[in-house]
């Protein structure tokens, strides 16, 4: 989650939505974690969420660059065979509403098929009621609640807050 805190301070903060930062990684038995991809609020073009983007940067990862993250591993897996395995650490629960009319981040988790969504706090009410959490879960998704790094993770969020 301290990885996903790290890519929330890279956000640039406005108004109208939260800095959030999210992390996508694999583990094997045996090995190390691997971090397949990383994202942020607003990293991408087209006012899109952390989630979205972590996932938009794994679908593009080629077979070579696949093959470099798990050089043990034979045949090289697919995409959607690791991100079946991905747990997805994110400082802001995952939206299933977004003002702008794009698709929701929990939908995008919920088709990419990851394992597990760790969350750092709930996404509070200031623009729309969230139910990430719960959709997920109903898909079969694992939830786990950082609770203990709720104020880190909410103080990311509304940096947007700061005066200037």
């Known amino acids: 989650m301290l990885q996903a805190l790290k890519e929330a301070s890279k956000c640039e903060p406005v108004q109208t939505a939260f800095c959030v930062g999210c992390v996508l990684v ?8 691997v971090v397949l991809s990383t994202g942020y609020s607003r990293e991408l073009p087209g006012n899109t969420h952390a989630e979205a983007n972590a996932l938009a940067k794994v679908r593009h990862l080629s077979t070579s660059n696949i093959a470099s993250l798990f050089p043990s591993l034979f045949p090289t897996p697919t995409v959607d065979a690791l991100l079946a395995l991905a747990d997805v650490y994110t400082t802001l629960e995952p939206c299933t509403v977004r003002t702008s009319g794009l698709p929701p981040c929990a939908d995008a988790l919920i088709q990419a098929k990851v394992k597990r969504c760790i969350i750092g706090v709930g996404e509070p009410d200031d623009f729309v009621k969230c139910e990430g959490a719960r959709k997920l879960q109903e898909a079969g998704i694992e939830i786990v609640w950082l609770h203990d790094m709720q104020t880190e993770c909410l103080a990311a969020a509304r940096r947007r807050h700061i005066s200037t």
């Open 26 to 33: 694999v583990r094997f038995p045996d090995q190390d974690p």
